[in-house]
Each structure stands twice: as C-alpha cells, then as structure tokens.
C-alpha cells in the first residue's frame, strides 16, 4: 500500500555530517507527520525528530542544535541533515510517516526498512 524508502546512511567520522533521505510512495491521498526514529545495539528505539505537514517540528534533545529535519511535500520526502555526529549517534535510522492512503481511507503509520549510520571516534 505504501512504502518509505531510507537513504543516506554510511560510516562518518565524528564531527562530520550525513543527509538521511525518506521518499513515501504507493496508495497515498495526503501525508500527515514524518519523522525519524533510531535504535542503537541493546537501546530501545527512540524519536529523533518529526516534522508535521506544516512544518511544525521537534527534536530529541540529544540532537537539538546539530540535527535539522525538513520535508518537500510535493515529493513526499523527509530529510533528516545530522551535523557535528558524535559515536553515541550511531544506530539504524528509520523513517515513519502517517499517511491517509486512497485504500483504506484512514490514517495508518507506516515505517521503513531502516539505514545504517555509524560514527567512528
């Protein structure tokens, strides 16, 4: 029905930056928030940032001052741009969206497969 698709990921060196890229597509009528979300090995899976169809956005505050999220909604993506990445940064990144699609006629949430980001020290 609708699928995300992460891009982006890759091994940085800390104090360097990543742009992380999330394209919705598939049975979509509009999409409402997007956001990204990591789990690093052995930690629960947390919000980094989310941004509403608006614009509207908020932050984890581990990242706030060096992580900027946006999205181009005539596209139905969502960037995620992480300046200054520490080690702690490192997880797999995964995109969410909560979309109205054309099949069900309701919102769902959907999430995608995930990238890798890995900051070495």
């Known amino acids: 029905q609708v699928q995300l698709v992460e891009s982006g990921g890759g091994l940085v060196q800390a104090g360097g930056s990543l742009r992380l890229s999330c394209v919705a597509s598939?049975?979509?009528?509009?999409?409402?928030?997007m956001g990204w979300y990591r789990q690093a090995p052995g930690s629960q899976r947390e919000l980094v940032a989310r941004i509403t169809s608006g614009g509207n956005t908020n932050y984890a505050d581990s990242v706030k001052g060096r992580f900027t999220i946006s999205r181009d909604n005539a596209k139905n993506t969502v960037y995620l741009q992480m300046n200054s990445l520490k080690p702690e940064d490192t997880a797999i990144y995964y995109c969410?969206?909560?979309?109205?699609?054309?099949?069900?006629?309701?919102?769902?949430?959907?999430w995608g497969q995930g990238t890798q980001v890995t900051v070495s020290s």
């Open positions: 598939g049975d979509i009528a509009s999409v409402d928030s």
């Open positions: 969410n969206a909560v979309v109205f699609t054309t099949t069900a006629m309701r919102f769902l949430s959907y």
